[in-house]
């Protein structure tokens, strides 16, 4: 069964994805009052990372139905605090960002530094990776964003050079950076300045800022895995605000009774979770946002990052055989050319690059060079227009306004006569008389 997990100073909670019960605590950082500031789970659907805001340790556990998470630790051999992270591809690699200031590559097996990736000059803030794991971007205290190729150490670009020599106030530290689920080029990102933006990896630029959307520093953005124009980000100032990035504009603005420092958009396509300053969980149906569903106690301090599982599971083909080391440097050649495995999302996700003097050393130890492909237990339900996620638990042709529709055409779909009309009549009528088709879709608060 699926889990949400908050993190927070006093520890991680796991909760029920549908019902949200409380299932198991753990203090990954026991004793250190370091609240996580990431959450990141690896693509056999139970490996966990958690990554400290200026920590000295980073935490990874295989999550269990019933036992207690036991853990194992990356700790810097140079002293160096991390900030930010993120598993990489099959799990066995880990991209982490540092107050060094450098991104580093870790083999989690061995706890060797494999690739750094360098042109911050001051402490890493924010890091992403892309779903097919061929590109790596990171935000720094400054506001700089930067992109590399994870194929090499290649820096491509500096996503904020131009934009920061024209506002000054987009110097302030990046919060939050992540990929859109459905168009792989997208990047979100939110900052201290209270900005909300969206970056392309193909162009290499910027292509919108929100401004002024929070009132105070923006904590979090995120994109809906399953409605692909929707984006979320948290501020402050107790707002939650939702974006239409098809037309680049805020929709709506959601009021939460507390200051947030982090959300989530479930794999549900209609929960949305906030985090707030006084440690609760602000749980919302996006068919009804004026108030909570749900609001949880969940921890006794500010909750720092939320994260849902993964939805499908998969296990590991027959084992890589040992080869020479002259085999494995010729094989890390091909890496740009041939993937390496699946993601938990069904795409083919690329190998970072691995340096053939690391591959030798691993060879000599006797260690495989990489882990083997992931094979799916469960088949993808892909839905083409929506992108490959499994289809959502509730009837997406009820009245819900961030449950996009689309018509045998391609059209975009909405229930824009129902709108209008009270909650008894919307449910009965069928979605023939309800639906019109448009380019635009309803964005009101029922």
Request: glycine share 6%.
């Amino acid at each position: 069964m699926a889990e949400v997990i908050s993190g927070s100073q006093d520890g991680v909670s796991f909760w029920d994805a549908k019902t949200f019960a409380l299932k198991k605590r753990a203090e990954p950082f026991s004793g250190s009052h370091v609240a996580p500031s990431s959450l990141s789970w690896g693509t056999n659907n139970q490996r966990l990372l958690i990554v400290p805001h200026d920590g000295e340790k980073i935490a990874l556990t295989e999550v269990q139905e019933q036992s207690p998470p036991m853990w194992k630790y990356l700790v810097h051999k140079d002293g160096v605090n991390f900030r930010c992270g993120c598993f990489m591809g099959n799990s066995r690699y880990v991209v982490a960002g540092c107050t060094s200031p450098q991104v580093h590559l870790w083999d989690t097996q061995t706890q060797d530094i494999v690739n750094t990736y360098q042109g911050h000059t001051t402490p890493i803030s924010a890091v992403a990776r892309s779903l097919k794991d061929n590109h790596i971007v990171s935000g720094a205290d400054n506001g700089q964003i930067l992109l590399h190729a994870t194929t090499s150490t290649q820096l491509l670009a500096n996503l904020t050079k131009d934009h920061r020599d024209k506002d000054s106030s987009s110097k302030q530290a990046i919060t939050r950076l992540t990929f859109s689920h459905h168009d792989r080029a997208l990047i979100g990102s939110s900052g201290e300045d209270g900005s909300v933006c969206l970056w392309s990896t193909e162009s290499q630029r910027l292509l919108t800022r929100f401004s002024q959307k929070h009132a105070g520093p923006a904590t979090d953005v995120c994109f809906s895995p399953y409605n692909k124009l929707l984006m979320v980000s948290a501020g402050i100032d107790s707002k939650m605000t939702c974006y239409d990035i098809q037309q680049r504009r805020s929709v709506t603005q959601i009021s939460a009774p507390a200051a947030l420092s982090s959300v989530a958009v479930l794999r549900d396509g209609m929960t949305l979770v906030g985090g707030g300053t006084d440690g609760k969980l602000y749980v919302y149906e996006l068919r009804n946002v004026k108030v909570p569903s749900q609001v949880i106690e969940a921890h006794r301090s500010a909750v720092t990052c939320i994260s849902e599982q993964l939805p499908l599971k998969s296990t590991a083909s027959k084992p890589v055989s040992k080869d020479s080391g002259a085999q494995i440097t010729s094989e890390a050649q091909k890496q740009d050319q041939e993937p390496s495995e699946l993601s938990s999302e069904g795409l083919v996700v690329h190998t970072p690059f691995i340096p053939p003097s690391y591959l030798n050393r691993l060879a000599s130890k006797g260690d495989p060079p990489y882990l083997p492909k992931m094979a799916l237990q469960t088949p993808i339900v892909r839905d083409n227009k929506m992108g490959p996620f499994v289809t959502p638990a509730f009837n997406a042709a009820t009245p819900g306004i961030f449950s996009p529709l689309e018509n045998d055409a391609g059209m975009l779909q909405t229930n824009k006569a129902a709108v209008s009309m009270g909650p008894a009549s919307r449910d009965s009528m069928p979605v023939s008389s309800t639906c019109m088709s448009t380019r635009l879709r309803v964005w009101s608060v029922i």
